[in-house]
């Protein structure tokens, strides 16, 4: 049974693992300086003739197809060896999703969360469950940076809103995270305001995916893995439903139902890392209810790439629409407008296990392999062996 | 779009249909006269070498192999042609899952329900996940019918226990339900007092799948299917996890990751049929919010079949324990033990995604062609154009 | 300690009973025939100068002030004695709540669903949570008769709607319960299909309320209770919401306040009888979420009489808005309409508590002292000792 | 309608108000300093003579009597006059619950959560439903101070846990909020690191009630409030169940039962303040869905006490039992123990509901009027008055 991160690279490495590390040369994986925004996009599996499902990819293949949607990552890159808390090595950041260009906590957005396995945090929850809307930016990071994050969100929304807490309720912000101590130097908790209202800033239609931004120090199904994203078209409609995942989990991975971590000789990594926050955004006008409901859908792709939602798995989902607007005291800040009905939502029912699935592969073809403090080594995908495998099994 | 259960079978028949219909060679498939007990039972994935997961299969790979649970059949099957309400054609049943071989009312068990879609019945859910604990047999039929079966369980429990409502607290049947209405008399609610009993008198190891009791007239990823069961063995010691599926849901049949449904040219069912009704069991000594949190990992396998979960479908789960037993006033009939660690938990998430997956594709696999009320047909799965696909796929 | 129903009246009556009974000259109780649909009603607080909460009532003080919303029962008394299983003594009966005058099937209505302790059974409630829609009539019953009334919902929806399972989709009744064993020969389930059918036929804007329709054998708090209802409006609107409750639940009864069980020596009745079914009604415009937090209000109610939602108390809620109305495939019937702001929900919270507090002792004062199976006695509020307890503490 | 927070107590003050504040005497509210602990307790309702339920009180009426259990505030109270954000007035702190003296992290108990209405916060909420086990400490705070104390508790965390994210899993901190920005800089965020290490430092059996810790700054039901607690036992047994309340909600006063609030002229509170986190702790041996169950009979207290649970009030319970530890791997630390049978949980949802109201009254009883930022005015409760109403409406 090969259970992966605890496995320091360096030393006792298994012979599979070697040789793993051998096909994707890794020379000198810690030449990456402070990644720049966009530069760790390697593949994706759409370029790779790679086809999930039969719904047609958005323009950008992005959550950002979504009208309005911008993404933004600070990434934490620096220091290798030895692992001494408070310095390093440093493999981790913060991911920011901003619903539109507009200021949220005055043009709120409906939304909906789905807890699939609670083995994790998603701060703000609770709030958006009961309201069904989303006042803040959303944020991923690492685990332990989670507080300081928090903290980060409402002094950038107190910039924003000054009267927030003086005439104006409170927020609550939206954090999610996952565990990137495998590679990390997480007990430091590095990132700070600035790399927060950096992310914010620096939001746009680009959406760099791996190791970028709170996917930094993340692995997933055996392989090193962080940010991806993918969209789905509604045919004959305007509408557009995109996601975005923070992969951290375990499991066998599948590609397109092909047993790629089995053929690599990868299983059982359930135990390994854990937790993946999923990010759905749409503009169709969907209830708070309805928005929960297409989050719950994210399962049926976890099972698809081969997740077993692991005790220790925070599978965590938040959904939301940008089709109307609601204003402080929750009224309507856009014109009336009917929820789609039910063949439109099994469409996005639909739209959001492909974008889901696709986005997770995403995060991990577009993953170079990464060493980490005390020399962990989380290995990027061997993506020629992939396509190799996935010829045998009649899949390319 | 090919939607399936609407198309009469035998008029305007697209001709992809037909040439299924030709190769699965429907020449008669209304001699079937009253199927008895066991003779459904076509084709496991098992008996044909498709191999599912990692873990082993239990003695019998049925949800019977976990010690003192039986299931019993009642299947009705009479009548063909034009529909008459009240007289047929008749293709429906009931099912019962009997947690031990005692007096479950008396002895109570263990379980957690968790509800993926709940466009769908499990009567008595509220309560098995308040108080954690089944304490009536579970029933499977057809949706209307659902109200009769009900009323058949409390008269089978009054009978067992006679004191019920007079010096013991009232019981709520625990009753699952999918639509059979695309092949049976719906609405004659034909299931009657004495099918339910001769189900429950009847009930034993041997667990018929296919077409049999509330699986008669169901469809599920565009094939015949109904009931289906599997189970996994937890490597290194006695515990075992079975699961039995009643199933009729939509999506695109996949087979071990292989898009079997694709190839045969059948896409997007997801609106055609609807629901599916999973019972796990396991003799594991768990909470019952550990079980909840094991019916939870069924949406996994849903979405390692192809289903999408669309809007009516009601896709229900319940898991009971038969570790430890708790009698009229909750307290403990067994003696004290420790739920098992979290190493084990996630040995038994693997197991339920296994023995799900597997179940469902045996109520497939298992169910022949089957032509029911207006000569509407729903076709047995193609096993051997199946197998060449799989051989295609790298996967036999 | 005073354990209320497990009792009999006629032998070793504890003496504070004897008192009481004295008191409310329980000496033909026997006389009602078979009740006639209004005759049950007795005392309402409001007649008594009781006021409960700030906001007004409305016109009827009923949940039928709903424009649409009607209320039919069907009442079922009869025999005296020993009871014979299946012959009686007979004290049960159904009641139904319809949504508005047309079709529900076909203008469903948005509703939600929440448990405040799930140890009773409201079928159909998981599909409500899922889709946010009421299509069927909500009815109540006697928990073992939960059966038979859902067949017979299923019946009347038939004949309503001919195509249901033909060309339409299945439907999934909702039916509520308490347990009316200590008085009526509940094993007999007695309510078949005619006396649903009576139910939904006669139903009108009054509202019987004490021991009528599901009510009939119903206690709560200690003494006779069963069916009440009451209203609230919302100031400067037309807005309306009305309660309508099914109590049968245990605690110590207070009365705005005062602790009216204590002083009638009445005290910790918890788990003497259990369960409360409440149906909210509006016509306020509220999405299915809202209406899930409107049911959620319903536990600040039962903290206001006395209720401590004992371990067997089926404490189920479920609220609907008449405001729009949804076709077969989730499409819009009625034009676009917002929902309303966060102020009007903050007064249809607080008209929620009003309601439904005050349709529990609606419940209770309505209600006559019955005798039912082996001379079981459940005993009328003694009102003129509580108009003097209510004014020694001040509240008259 | 009078709303209480938004007006400026020396400007446009209701005659009423004035009047009350004459009455309380507040000619020097500002002669704080800095609160030792302790001080704050001014009257408690038993002190009072009055008494709320039926079940004894424990030892000390405290969630301290539960064996283990600690408690430690810290309270900034700093500046007076208008509001400069960053220097004050500041009127807040931080409260923190230690379930044993020992390593929480690895001898976790037992939890469950209850959300009432989610508008609120309180982070790892998520994990303690899934796991139904609480690792950390339980911090309370102000609203915008949750991203810096759950940062603190972290690293509190892993001073003591060294091998966090390194060899073992991560941790989620339990932090809730109440947002006190009525009396408040709340903007400024001035609970540090040392605070909360201050409060986890000097907690012990001894609470300080009223404005204190993170009660420094909250009002409740139209009065000045913050921390209270109260206790019941389970006669016969060593079993105790304890209660502490960070309350800030609205609604109208009411005080065992009689309307105080309405009576001094306040009525209509519930959209002036908002939220009240409850903290359960007991010693009796119950499973984590058991615990959820304790922490859902919160709310029949909020319902006694006169809320109505408004749109934006986060009312959120917690619940935990000391009675078994539980390993890092979830392997038990203590010897496996039957959970309680129905008739104890009765008894302790009984202490639930008593021990909260009681904590309630106490966190308002305790706390004197407190002038804040802006010269905002939290009027302590006229206890005299109080008195005289209960005496009038029979409860003295």
Same mark, same amino acid.
């Given at each position: 049974m090969f259970t992966f991160p605890r496995i320091p690279a360096s030393k006792d490495l298994p012979m599979l693992f070697v040789r793993l590390l051998r096909k994707a040369e890794v020379t000198d994986p810690m030449g990456y300086g402070r990644l720049s925004v966009g530069t760790a996009l390697?593949?994706?599996v759409s370029e790779l003739g790679i086809r999930l499902g039969r719904l047609e990819r958005g323009e950008g293949n992005s959550i950002s197809d979504v009208p309005g949607v911008s993404v933004g990552h600070t990434t934490l890159i620096q220091g290798e060896g030895r692992l001494t808390v408070g310095q390093g090595p440093i493999r981790t950041g913060v991911t920011v999703i901003l619903p539109h260009d507009r200021n949220v906590y005055r043009e709120k957005v409906r939304a909906g969360v789905h807890v699939h396995n609670?083995?994790?945090?998603?701060?703000?929850?609770?709030?958006?469950?009961?309201?069904?809307?989303?006042?803040?930016?959303?944020?991923?990071?690492?685990?332990?940076?989670?507080?300081?994050?928090?903290?980060?969100?409402?002094?950038?929304?107190?910039?924003?809103?000054?009267?927030?807490?003086?005439?104006?309720?409170?927020i609550l912000p939206v954090v999610g995270e996952c565990d990137d101590s495998y590679l990390n130097d997480i007990q430091g908790r590095h990132v700070k305001r600035e790399h927060l209202f950096e992310a914010v800033s620096t939001a746009g239609k680009e959406v760099a995916e791996g190791s970028v931004g709170a996917g930094t120090g993340m692995s997933a199904l055996g392989f090193k893995?962080?940010?991806?994203? /993918? !969209?789905?078209? *509604?045919?004959? &409609?305007? =509408?557009?439903?995109g996601a975005l995942v923070l992969a951290n989990f375990g499991g066998e991975l599948h590609v397109d139902g092909v047993p790629v971590g089995r053929e690599l000789g990868l299983r059982d990594t359930q135990r390994a890392s854990r937790s993946i926050i999923t990010v759905i955004a749409t503009n169709a006008y969907l209830s708070s209810s309805q928005l929960r409901r297409i989050a719950a859908r994210v399962p049926l792709a976890l099972g698809r790439v081969g997740s077993l939602s692991a005790n220790s798995s925070g599978d965590i989902s938040i959904a939301f629409s940008t089709a109307d607007r609601i204003g402080l005291l929750?009224?309507?800040?856009?014109? /009336? !407008?009917?929820? *789609?009905?039910? &063949?439109? =939502?099994?469409?996005?029912f639909a739209a959001t296990v492909e974008a889901t699935e696709e986005a997770i592969l995403n995060s991990i073809f577009s993953s170079e392999t990464m060493k980490g403090r005390d020399d962990h080594t989380s290995l990027g995908l061997p993506v020629d062996d992939v396509l190799e495998i996935m010829r045998k099994y009649g899949k390319l």
């Open positions: 390697r593949h994706r609670g083995a994790g945090e998603l701060t703000g929850a609770l709030q958006v469950m009961e309201w069904g809307i989303l006042e803040t930016p959303i944020a991923l990071t690492s685990s332990l940076n989670v507080g300081l994050v928090h903290d980060s969100i409402v002094e950038f929304m107190l910039q924003q809103n000054p009267t927030i807490g003086d005439q104006d309720d409170v893995a962080g940010i991806g994203t /993918a !969209s789905r078209k *509604v045919a004959g &409609s305007n =509408l557009v439903l929750g009224e309507p800040v856009t014109a /009336a !407008s009917h929820q *789609v009905d039910w &063949s439109i =939502l099994d469409e996005l």
